[in-house]
């Protein structure tokens, strides 16, 4: 039960809300359509469109073909102005840092990514961020952003903007909502880069359509995402997600997080670089384009890894779909059609109904898209309207 008021100020941002979220997941859809998917009355619908339109957020794209058309109905589908507003995304990982120009449909216009020192203290890591963006907007001031959004590696709280800690880089309590703000004079918000990425599946990407799910991302570590009964789960401060921090080897090796045996020390790009004695994830992805038995091997038994700790995942929580994304989990690459054997046959649960386990819809791009997620929606989709 929900003990929040429904003032009418509230209802209108949750019915606009509401209107937002079905032109993303349907395709071009009619006044009516959106009226019958969010069982909101046509007249309510057309109020809202009315004034998303008068707003510039919604455009009428033609006729649409419709069953309604033969009852003489007014069949004119609709669709988001895609470049009214444009935000920006920050992806930080341990190792790199990727910048894009995304539109209110998750469409990355530019991008560009530097890398990060081994090791690189929060101050000088901020400043380079901060000049690093500013030429990047600087360059691209013809497509100019509303806002800024942060998907990080690290513990991330939502609530205050702020990486928490960031044990294996030396980063604790890092503002950095605080200071971009500043800096660029935008709102600024912050989340998890894999949570960031699962809200960007759902808006955009492969489970649109899905109330429960799980997004894994193999970077330099694992992490993850999950969306249940429809809301993406954050737990109270730390925001939970950790995947790759899940025991595979019980007394193995050691992890900077203090325990060992964790599945990241096993199946992630670092890991598998260094079983190999390669120089990046890069040249062993290429090594296993052009066939090469051990990268290729390197990888099927990474996802098998991955797996057996997925498995167990999926006796817990049983969800319709599991996304892997990063590098090295390319569609029908051995990654992933390991995870899909394994994880798929070693879960009692999976044996009874068997789990959709994909490849991201979103690219190498995913970070970026999954960043400027949580910026459009909070900043626009949930929030604000104004011209
Ligand atoms: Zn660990």
Sequence with gaps: MSFIGQ????????????????????????????AAFTKLTPATITNIVNELMEYGYVVELGNGVSELKRAGRKTVVLGLNEEKKRVAGVH????????????LRGKVLKSTSFDLPATIGQDDFLELL????ESFLQENKALPVSCIGVGSVGLVDYESGRILEAEHLGWENVDIEALLSRSFNLP????????AMTL????????????????????????????????????????????????????GKACWCGNKGCLERYASEEAVVHELNMDSITSVLEACRNGDAD????????GGKIAVVLSSFINMFHVQKIVIGGDMAREDG??????????????????????????TALGDQQ????AASIALLESIFTVSINK
């Design 7 to 34: 003032n009418t100020l509230r209802t209108k941002q949750l019915n606009r809300t509401l209107v937002f979220q079905t032109l993303l997941r349907l395709e071009a859809p009619t006044r009516q359509e959106i």
């Design 295 to 302: 990268a290729v091997q390197a990888l099927r038994s990474a």
């Design 188 to 195: 600024v918000y912050v989340d998890h880069h894999v949570r």
């Design 130 to 133: 901060t000049k690093e963006l």
């Design 92 to 103: 930080i990982r341990s190792d790199r840092v990727e910048l894009g120009i995304v539109t």
């Design 367 to 370: 970070g970026i898209i999954g």
């Design 200 to 251: 960007a599946e759902k808006m955009f990407g492969a489970c649109k359509n899905q109330s429960d799910f799980l997004c894994v991302y193999i970077g330099q570590g694992i992490g993850s995402g999950l969306f249940l009964r429809d809301q993406l789960y954050r737990s109270e401060t730390t925001g939970a997600g950790e995947f790759g921090h899940m025991t595979y080897q019980p007394g």
């Design 334 to 359: 051995p990654l992933l059609l390991e995870i899909r054997e394994k994880a798929n046959a070693d879960s009692f649960l999976a044996r009874k109904r068997k789990v959709e386990i994909t490849t």
